[in-house]
């Protein structure tokens, strides 16, 4: 495995083990995941102010990179090139977490985070979540205003043919996953809504920009 887009030419990251990684829980966790900076690469996990986030595999922020080989600008668009290196590095527009091993995994599009009290929830981590619950089909998580925390998360969710779907059965699956410590307290949400079907895209992704207009407004 290994992590990359265009900007990166197209290699940032590989998953290749460390010397000493055990088989076991360790081996399944690095090979998963979006690896180890390749070679000439720095990446680190920022804030919003560019400040270097913990490598707890908890914290997330944005990616950014840099390496000799990677793009420096786009032609014909000064904007969205100063946009990309801003502080001087490559902002890749993914959220991600550094664990203690140094293996970088990737939770979120920076476009789809929720950004809640000052914290980040991956809305692709609750999902991933939430669509191993019994009576679940399918499920969207997005971020929703709030007066109090800024934004926080707002679960749709479609029940399995034949299934009924208890939204606060949904909440109290995640609630014991926060008690388990899998996700922070904070990313339990209020609001679970039971809709028909979610907006998909043309090659049939959630559509989560035509979710957010129906239902974050």
Known sequence: AGYGMSETCPVLSLAQLKPGIALGEAEVRARTSAGLPAVLAQIRVVDEDMHDLPHDGVHSGEVVARAPYLTQSYVGNADASAALWRGGWLHTGDIGVIGEDGYLRITDRAKDVIKTGGEWVSSLDLEDLISRHPDVGEVAVIGVPDA??????????????????????????????????????????????????????SVGKLDKKRLRARFAG
């Not at 029940?159 to 609630?175: I, M």
């Open 148 to 201: 109090k925390w800024g934004e926080r998360p707002l679960v749709l969710v479609v029940a399995k043919p034949g299934r009924a779907l208890d939204p606060e059965s949904v909440r109290q699956f995640l609630a014991e996953e926060a008690e388990r410590g899998v996700i922070p307290r904070y990313a339990v949400p209020e609001r679970i809504v039971v809709v028909e079907s979610l907006d998909k895209t």
